[in-house]
């Protein structure tokens, strides 16, 4: 059919493919709105205006270029004109704070701050980005245990102490309301707040209630910062707490600050389930094995006592003794036998004496001393009891032996079966059952006998190339491995 058949104003329509640009800048609005002067305003226009109406027109500095000028050195030197002003609360922690400003955060309300007796710092009342108040996390970290509140606070300047015993230790502390007067009374849990002898006075034992509830102090006693004050303080991550005080034993002025240094914060690789090859598990457990020798030097040489009391003795082996009892301490170290200890003369009596022996007994169920057999006994003081000092030795054998395994299991994949090379890896293997002619009797000659998880588990070991043995103290773990052993060395001569 022709178009003309449509009749005579009938036209033929052509479709384009416009593009969408051109689509976006169409033309949609009438001739009659359109906008032609877009000239700018003549002096003589604007000189009836007011300086008013200007302000209200120009809401920035007038840039005004003349031939010449480089726009960009222009905008260079009116930003350089400009001044910041640091935001109130930005410059809350960053500005001067006086000395019983928390350590964490900065909150420093004389009411909301403690001072640690033992590490000489301040720390407040409130948990910020923890689970704890921030003197309780580091009175539990730093091991502490006495605090006392500030000068200024409702309480005025007060050492926390049991009322009865003088206890200080505030993870003991209590308190109970006397009955009569509207006062509290200090006391320690053990032994003072569960007397008897507490009946006859004007305090009511049942009363007796934490001084730290739910990881804070209460707060009639220490105020915690409210809510604003802690989101305006400085914000401190558990994690930093953990490593501003590992800082704080070697360097005690050290501020959060200093965790920004290079080295600071780096921290080893993680441990994994599954290793590509010996290479990888040798890089992984190497830092590690050497971070925990680094620990156990320090921790071995930071243990030196003084003033210490001797009591001299000869062994049979003609070998001189020493006995003495060390200070109780909240110290991670364990004395075992064959440990090294210097033991030093410190007296005004010449001559310096210094002797090294090794430890036969520690203290047990039957006292506290300590004794040590002296390699050597020329020159040593045994007319003499007193001013000794006692030093610990630290030995890198096993660490060196670890470090050692590392290093042959990651160079020499024959050096472990391949069943144990792949378990060590985490690789999925099969379960191998070694065939053995098991004993009749599993408990050992001249061992104590053996209850059924103990033989359980001397029959399981037995018969596996790879076992992991492991329970809380006293459970005969020793005993079992030594049963195993028993059995082991009869099946290698047998």
Known sequence: MSVEAYGPSSQTLTFLDTEESVLLGADTQGSEYDFTDFTLPSQTQTQGQTQSQLDNQVNGPAVVLQNGDDPVVKTSQLLAELNFEEDEEDAYYTKDLPLHACCYCGIHDPACVVYCNTSKKWFCNGRG???????????????????????????????????NCGCRNVFLLGFIPAKADSVVVLLCRQPCASQSSLKDINWDSSQWQPLIQDRCFLSWLVKIPSEQEQLRARQITAQQINKLEELWKENPAAALEDLEKPGVDEEPQHVLLRYEDAYQYQNIFGPLVKLEADYDKKLKESQTQENITVRWDLGLNKKRIAYFTLPKTDSDMRLMQGDEICLRYKGDLPPPWKGIGHVIKVPDNYGDEIAIELRSSAGAPVEIPQNFQVDFVWKSTSFDRMQSALKTFAVDETS??????????????????????????????????????????????LQRPLSLIQGPPGTGKTVTSATIVYHLARQGTG
Do not use: W
């Open 416 to 461: 472990v079966s391949g069943y144990i090379y792949h378990k060590l890896l985490g690789h999925e293997v099969e379960d191998v059952v070694i065939k053995c002619q098991l004993p009749k009797r599993f408990t050992a000659q001249g061992l104590p006998d053996l209850n059924h998880s103990q033989v359980y588990a001397v029959k399981t070991v």
């Open 129 to 163: 980005n923890t689970s704890g108040s921030h003197i309780v996390n580091h009175l539990v970290r730093a091991k502490s245990k006495e605090v006392t509140l500030h000068k200024d606070g409702p309480l005025g300047e007060t050492v926390l102490e049991c009322y």
